[in-house]
């Protein structure tokens, strides 16, 4: 009877360590969360794009302006947009310079900057575009167009860009928040040299250009943002890159990235994120290894050290939205069970030496 009763006691104590451990989980994690949608994929499948390349496109198997141009040429080029739909539709069309995304992919968006230089040309320089927008009429095709304008000199290496054509937004679609980020359509390339052997890609150089804390998307993330300073895209490399608090000399966070590319002039903003841990005051240092594709052996070592403030910590922790809200009742409740667990414990604890007391005397006296 006695070591039944032992047992249920040794039960009722594990089952309410479980609980206590179970409640000490923090039972909130707050994030923002927005969501877009997009115009529907029919209007995507409603139109289409060709461009017609012309006689100084270099290869007739890629279906995206490719042209050799010379000092002082000027030329007009033209795109086919199908309409397949069964109404007239109104069709933007706009011109955006190459860029490099933080997943280390070219892009051709609005936005996309060149990094200053003498040598650094956008594609905004030499081409604009004259049919800014495109009424086609149901199962037609109508043609947007662009001017392109070289200067009196030539081409130092590749110059890249891409012509954006998509739906334009009614009145009510604009009234709903939709905007052109989140509307379906198509980007043509357009690439421009004048040298026909000058390589479109190589790793023949690469900076680190900057390295900054900051919150991108509700997250705290240091980027580390790596220059290609010639007119070529730089690539295929991979990078791994960690950050160092010198504090007590740990590892907060490290990341490797492989078939990464940076389009001409641009930086590639390489993000290492700080995850759910606070910010502190205090220097650190960024290390990062480039690497080139496998058949290279170039590679190249970066490190630098940064300080952050007070101010700055503190700005970056209230501003993300990754945050762990632990609730006043919560905090209560845990309390309430901490103490309830320690006054149980020590009851046990009290009652089993009573216990054991108790059956060593009445041994004593059977002797």
């Known amino acids: 009877m006695k070591v039944k009763l032992y047992h249920r006691e040794k039960q009722f104590l594990i089952c309410l360590l479980f609980f206590f451990f179970l409640g000490s989980v923090p039972s909130k994690v707050s994030a923002s969360d927005?969501?877009?949608?997009?115009?529907?994929?029919e209007k995507f499948a409603a139109f289409t794009i060709k461009p017609r390349l012309p006689e100084n496109q270099m290869d007739a198997h890629i279906r995206y302006f490719y042209l050799h141009v010379q000092p002082n040429q000027e030329q007009e080029l033209e795109i086919e947009v199908i309409n397949r739909s069964n109404q007239a539709e109104l069709y933007t069309v706009a011109l955006h310079s190459a860029g490099t995304n933080a997943n280390g992919l070219l892009t051709y968006e609005e936005g996309n900057e060149l990094?200053?230089?003498?040598?650094?040309?956008?594609i905004q320089q030499l081409v604009t575009v004259?049919?800014?927008?495109?009424?086609?009429?149901?199962?037609?095709i109508g043609i947007a167009k662009l001017k392109l304008k070289i200067p009196n000199h030539a081409l130092k290496g590749l110059v890249l860009g891409g012509i954006s054509i998509r739906p334009k937004l009614k009145e009510e679609e604009q009234?709903?928040?939709m905007s052109v980020g989140n509307t379906y359509g198509y980007v043509s390339g357009i690439a421009l040299k004048s040298d026909k052997d000058y390589l479109n890609q190589?790793?023949?150089a690469i900076e680190l250009y900057n390295v900054e804390p900051v919150i991108d998307a509700g997250k705290k993330l240091l980027t580390a943002s790596l220059l290609n300073p010639l007119p070529q895209v730089f690539g295929e490399f991979s990078i791994s890159g960690k950050l160092i608090d010198?504090?007590?000399n740990e590892t907060i966070t490290e990341r490797t990235m492989?078939?990464?590319?940076?389009a001409p002039h641009t930086l590639f903003p390489f993000q290492l994120d700080w995850g759910m841990e606070e910010v502190r005051a205090g220097k650190y240092r960024f290390e990062a290894i480039v690497t080139g594709k496998e058949e290279t052996s170039k590679k190249w070592e970066f490190s630098r050290e940064f300080e952050i403030s007070s101010k700055k910590a503190n700005e970056m922790n209230e501003d993300t939205s990754f945050k762990l809200i632990v609730p006043q009742w919560f905090i209560l409740c845990f309390c309430i069970l901490a103490l309830l667990t320690i006054t149980l414990?020590?009851?046990l604890v009290v009652r089993s030496n009573r216990q054991k007391k108790k059956f060593k005397k009445r041994k004593k006296k059977k002797e």
């Open 34 to 41: 927005e969501q877009t949608t997009g115009s529907g994929a």
């Open 115 to 122: 990094v200053e230089s003498n040598e650094a040309v956008s």
């Open 130 to 140: 004259e049919t800014k927008e495109l009424k086609v009429e149901p199962g037609t």
């Open 175 to 177: 009234g709903s928040g």
């Open 202 to 204: 190589g790793l023949e």
């Open 246 to 248: 010198l504090g007590n």
């Open 258 to 262: 492989e078939e990464c590319r940076i």
């Open 345 to 347: 414990l020590a009851g």
